[in-house]
DNA sequence: TAAGTAGTTGAGATTCATTCTCATTAAAGT
DNA sequence: ACTTTAATGAGAATGAATCTCAACTACTTA
């Protein structure tokens, strides 16, 4: 946590963009708490902690963690962005259950040897992956087998 | 296309659901025109024809290709849905450039070897796949080397 | 450490994709 | 044709994300 805040910092500096307090609350809570999370998750976390941010700042500090590199948006469930921890996490891909929502994670180093393979051949520059499938869980596989 | 038709057909009768012309307009003009399309291009397209679809007719019609194995729903670009062709095509991965919004297409063969492996580890069922990476493509490339 | 300056915030208005409502219309079976 | 039941069009409604603007605050310099 203190590594991410002082990427955190110095990101912002290097844009000349200046550490306020909302920006530091919205940073702490997003990397006390979880890994996939929304705006709205956000935002009442936030609200649990006394601490107040208006849904506009965490709209306009979530694309700046993103451009920093310490999370990114990763899926999009009932119609909202979702976002992940990137930093100090390995790359990994996202199995979704169509029918509970549930997110499981898998590594994919293999995979992503190949990838890189295919993307040199149209010579393509990957900036970021963004690997999954969507399909049935096991346990929801049981309870659509009756 | 005529092989489209019967599936589409055969599909919406499975469900007790009606053969209609705004709906054949629909699917004819999904499949006579393009790969990626959101439901704009689309509106755009069917006007074009001089047939008259109204918006909320295709917003509730492209969820029926969806689910007809037809289409399917395989990004999002400038807040849009975007949907491409199933039928008839091979599983691919999309490289999207972050800077022109071109999606590159790459074939997945290998690939998807290797996520059923780690599908089966977590016994998890895959009804589709989603692979690609975003990053900078060949000609934008070049362009942020200045 | 006071003052200046330039970016930031909150609140609410706004936008825009998508969904919903409901009166009218059209398929499909008999 | 007749009847039933679903589908359509038009516009209203929803809701996530963005924008506006007056009030505020972080950083810089003296």
């Known amino acids: 946590m203190k590594k991410e805040r002082e990427l955190y910092r110095d990101f912002l500096k290097s844009k000349n963009l200046k550490f306020t307090k909302p920006r530091l609350i919205i940073m702490e809570t997003v990397f006390e708490n979880h890994e996939h999370f929304n705006v709205d998750n956000l935002y009442e976390l936030i609200k649990k902690k006394h601490k107040n941010v208006s849904r506009a700042t965490i709209y306009r500090t979530v694309p700046l963690l993103v451009e920093s590199g310490l999370i990114k948006q990763s899926l999009r469930c009932e119609s909202k962005d979702i976002y992940e921890h990137t930093y100090g996490h390995e790359n990994h891909l996202h199995f979704v259950c169509d029918n509970c929502g549930k997110i499981i994670e898998?590594?994919?180093?293999?995979?992503?040897?190949?990838?890189?393979?295919?993307?040199?051949?149209?010579?393509?520059?990957?900036?970021?992956?963004?690997?999954?499938?969507?399909?049935?869980?096991?346990d929801c596989q049981k309870k659509k087998d009756n």
């Open 106 to 138: 898998s590594g994919f180093s293999d995979v992503a040897i190949l990838i890189d393979l295919l993307a040199k051949n149209e010579n393509f520059e990957i900036k970021e992956y963004n690997l999954g499938a969507s399909g049935l869980c096991k």
